[in-house]
């Protein structure tokens, strides 16, 4: 049986599994495969199950590649168990800073993977253990390196360099809050610049700088713009953190920010019919053919209701040409709403993900837009931990439930070794990559560690094992 924390209860000002309250116990009943995988472990358990009674081989093609199938695992070889770092990907290979740890610490070990040897490598960090070394602002030093830090924003620019925005963390001292720092990572050097913002926690926003901030969504642009959109952070002139529906755009060039939408002087904003509500922990995708942003879930406010806050499933798309929000759905009234998952693999315009925050998203090379797992409501109603798998068509308005459970908290299958079939059980706040295809295939996903629950007064688990998905 899987214990499921069926009131869970969010801080404005502790992010993480750290504001997670376990209250009343729920069960689940685990319904067995007509055939299952090998051997398995830990946290993720070896037997796995699906809501749907669905085989085994329908869940592929999803491959175990590195890290442990015991959950809270620490290691000098690989990164330790953890949430919520910072990803890029450069030239096919997987980069990660950070992120919340097992033992509920902060993170800011830098960490590069190599899917061609299926190795990981580290880059020894000149800071303290938690605090940042600054330097001078925008001046590269091998001295420069981030304090330790959760729930960023990233992106690779056109030079190759590594942008990285905020979080929860530290900043210059070990004392922890939200941050708005912007860093640069030039990988060809090793050397970390401070751009912008401050080197002091919780920062109010201004008319050309975001508020300190964790747990925000990115997009970048065709011009190599990065857009910036809400979290759970400070605005204009706030003593006190909440929900922001801010959108801002970065020029890297001119190392400019311009707000564009949203308010930066208001919290816990709701929606309205021409704009998304105030949330943090939101989906965003990039629509290759257009250029346009998209936005889904989180957990915040629904549209005319800036009072009760909870799991949402709108699907947003912005135009940064026109700079107008469009609605493609009829959820942005309605908190935690259930799955609706239609036949597997059967696309739908009835079909939609249930209301949830902290999932994993990309976007692949023809265009789709791909989603999975993250804290949410499942096909029967439910709250808890997801690992289902979607796609959404964006030319046709179809979502297709593609493979995974459509109910909640349900373990994983490891196979009996590492790069070998299986698939990876429920979880939230992971960390993930998408690597370009060749030779006709639409490329993969990488998805990296996560949370799930051990119960009331128990651990949560944390993981470290790599996976591959390819289409």
């Known amino acids: 049986m899987a214990l499921h924390p069926v009131i869970r209860q969010r801080s404005l000002s502790w992010p993480g599994i750290r504001d997670i309250l376990f209250s009343t116990l729920g069960f689940l009943a685990v319904v067995l495969l007509a055939s299952c995988g090998g ?5 993720g358990g070896g037997g796995s199950s699906s809501g749907s009674g669905t085989l085994l081989s329908s869940l592929l093609p999803w491959i175990w ?3 442990s199938s015991t959950p809270n695992t620490n290691s000098t070889t690989q990164p330790s168990s953890r949430i919520s770092g910072a990803t890029w990907t450069l030239n096919g290979t997987l980069w990660l800073f950070g992120g919340e740890t097992y033992s509920g610490n902060d993170a800011n070990d830098l960490w590069t993977y190599s899917p061609s ?27 420069n390196w981030p304090g330790a830090r959760n729930d960023m924003i990233t992106w690779t620019d056109a030079s190759n360099n590594l942008w990285m925005f905020g979080g929860y963390g530290s900043g210059s001292n070990t004392q ?21 913002g401050s080197t002091t926690i919780n920062q109010p926003s201004t008319t050309t700088m975001p508020g300190a901030r964790y747990a925000s969504v990115s997009w970048l642009d065709p011009q190599g713009n990065l857009w910036l959109f809400g979290g759970t952070g400070y605005a204009q002139s706030t003593l006190t953190s909440g929900e922001l529906n801010d959108l ?10 311009t707000l564009v939408s949203g308010s930066n002087t208001t919290l816990n904003q709701a929606g309205t019919a021409a704009a998304p509500g105030a949330r943090h922990d939101a989906i965003s995708w990039t629509d290759p053919t257009t250029g346009h942003l998209w936005l889904m879930g989180g957990h915040g406010y629904a549209q005319y209701n800036s009072t009760t806050p909870g799991e949402l499933s709108d699907l947003w798309e912005f135009n940064p040409t026109t700079l107008v929000w469009t609605l493609h759905s009829t959820a942005s009234t309605i908190l935690n709403q259930p799955g609706v998952y239609g036949g597997m693999g059967v696309p739908s315009t009835q079909n939609h993900p249930g209301s949830r925050d902290s999932a994993v998203s990309w976007t692949d090379a023809s265009g789709n837009f791909w989603l999975f797992g993250g804290f949410g409501w499942d096909g029967s109603g439910n709250e808890g931990i997801l690992n289902d798998l979607w796609k959404y068509t964006p030319s046709t308005g179809e979502w297709t439930w593609v493979n995974g459970s459509s109910v909640y908290d349900q373990p994983g ?20 990559w998408y690597v370009n295809g060749s030779n006709g295939t639409s490329g993969s996903l990488w998805l990296f560690g996560g949370w799930n629950t051990g119960g009331k007064n128990t651990p949560a688990y944390y993981y470290n094992d790599l996976w591959q998905y390819t289409p």
């Open 117 to 143: 040897t299926r190795q990981w490598t580290s880059y020894p960090s000149t800071a303290p253990s938690t605090a940042g070394v600054y330097g001078t602002q925008n001046q590269p030093s091998l001295k």
């Open 413 to 432: 299958s490891y196979g009996s070794s590492t790069g070998t079939p299986g698939f990876p059980g429920a979880r939230s706040s992971a960390d993930s």
């Open 176 to 196: 922890q809050g939200n941050l708005n720092d912007l860093w640069k990572y030039t990988p060809s050097t090793g050397e970390w610049t401070w751009v912008s």
């Open 39 to 43: 051997g398995g472990g830990g946290g």
């Open 65 to 67: 590649q590195s890290g």
């Open 248 to 257: 801002w755009k970065f020029v890297p060039s001119t190392q400019q920010w």
